[in-house]
């Protein structure tokens, strides 16, 4: 199947870059089972080996057939009746990843932000504009990137400024003094939250460019960043951070730069905007999927059909507390997750292997 090469690998990265930071501005120690946020350090820094290893099965399917998506590939390898249930797999899964950090945005506003706010009005808004995004297609959201993320970064630099005045160097403790076990939970959180991999496996073909240097600036710039966010919230709060759902609201509540006093809305700010893009990029991924089987037109319906879908169930989720409880419960997440970035495509690249192994037999 071919494409055009429609961005660049610096573009394909600012998105993932600002995708990543929905990740970033809400790790939460609650998330993770564990009050030792300090110890999520050294799962930021292990979470950088296990995402490369991870990663590699898509890379190299990409290398074996640069022109296909991770959908064209399964369809490819494994026949039009499997690769359609992979295809529906992937689709559910960009819905599902949609849907959660919606929910997860909506239980925030709905809990701490705005109680009285319309989660309504609010799911309707965002949605919306993603889809106008996602309708738009890759390019005018790889441009758009290139905008937020200066905004994102620039936002981001001063919030981590502000919070500097407000170090306590008693509230550091010493790193892994309980053990392993909630380091390896903050790894499985991180990990679970990587949808950007699954992101990369179907974007990649529309991508021109140094690749494997975006992808590792990449990987070091979003996980250099959740490691000084982590460094300053733990000086800045201390053990107040074991009673916080979402530690760097609560970080940004008490920062304070200048004139400028409490900046909790500058962390509202940089969520909504890396959420439209995160939605937008899952909506528009979705109808990929769609087109593998039903067409071009199909496709831009199925944008907002599947803006529905993740309506309905990010509401659903928010107005029912046994549903909204397994937004913070990692391991359903973390095995979903592994299996759309590593377990499907380490098939596919097997079964490649395999049927190249044989026609290189029968030739010789």
């Not at 610096?10 to 110890?39: H, K, W």
Request: proline share 2%; hydrophobic share 55%.
């Amino acid at each position: 199947m071919t494409k055009t090469n429609k961005i660049t690998a610096g573009q394909l990265f600012c998105m993932l870059f600002i995708s990543r930071m929905v990740v970033n501005v809400t790790y939460s120690p609650y998330m993770a089972a564990s009050g030792e946020m300090l110890d999520q350090v050294v799962s930021a820094c292990l979470s950088i080996v296990f995402m490369t290893l991870i990663a590699i099965p898509i890379y190299v399917l990409h290398k074996r057939r640069p022109n296909d998506t991770l959908v064209d590939q399964a369809c490819a390898l494994t026949g039009r009746f499997l690769g359609a249930l992979i295809t529906v797999f992937y689709g559910l899964y960009f819905l599902f990843i949609c849907g959660y950090n919606l929910s997860f945005y909506s239980a925030f506003v709905s809990s701490v932000m705005a109680p009285k706010f319309s989660l309504l009005l609010l799911a309707s808004a965002v949605l919306l504009t993603a889809c106008y995004g996602a309708f738009r297609g890759v390019e005018a959201l790889a441009r758009a990137s290139g905008i937020i993320i200066v905004i994102v970064v620039a936002c981001l630099v001063f919030f981590i400024t502000a919070l500097l005045f407000k170090l306590d160097p008693l509230n550091y403790t010493p790193l892994l003094y309980d053990g392993t076990d909630k380091m390896w939970i903050g790894v499985e959180q991180m990990i679970g939250r990587s949808s950007c991999i699954v992101f990369l496996g179907m974007l990649l073909p529309f991508t021109r460019g140094k690749v494997k240097k975006g992808f590792f600036t990449w990987l070091f710039s979003t996980n250099l960043t959740m490691i000084i966010l982590i460094l300053v919230i733990v000086g800045a709060l201390g053990d107040f951070i074991r009673t916080q759902i979402y530690p760097i609201y609560a970080a940004a509540s008490v920062a304070e730069l200048g004139i400028f006093k409490r900046v909790d809305a500058l962390f509202f700010a940089v969520w909504t905007t890396c959420l439209f893009i995160k939605v937008s990029l899952g909506l528009y991924l979705f109808s990929l999927c769609v087109k593998k089987f039903f067409g071009q037109k199909a496709a831009k319906f199925s944008i907002f059909i599947g803006a529905a879908a993740v309506f309905a169930y990010s509401l659903w989720t928010v107005y029912h507390e046994n549903v909204t409880f397994f937004i913070y419960q990692m391991s359903g997440i973390f095995w979903i997750t592994v299996t759309a970035a590593l377990a499907v495509p380490l098939i596919l690249l097997a079964i490649d292997l395999i049927k190249h192994g044989r026609r290189s037999s029968r030739e010789s």
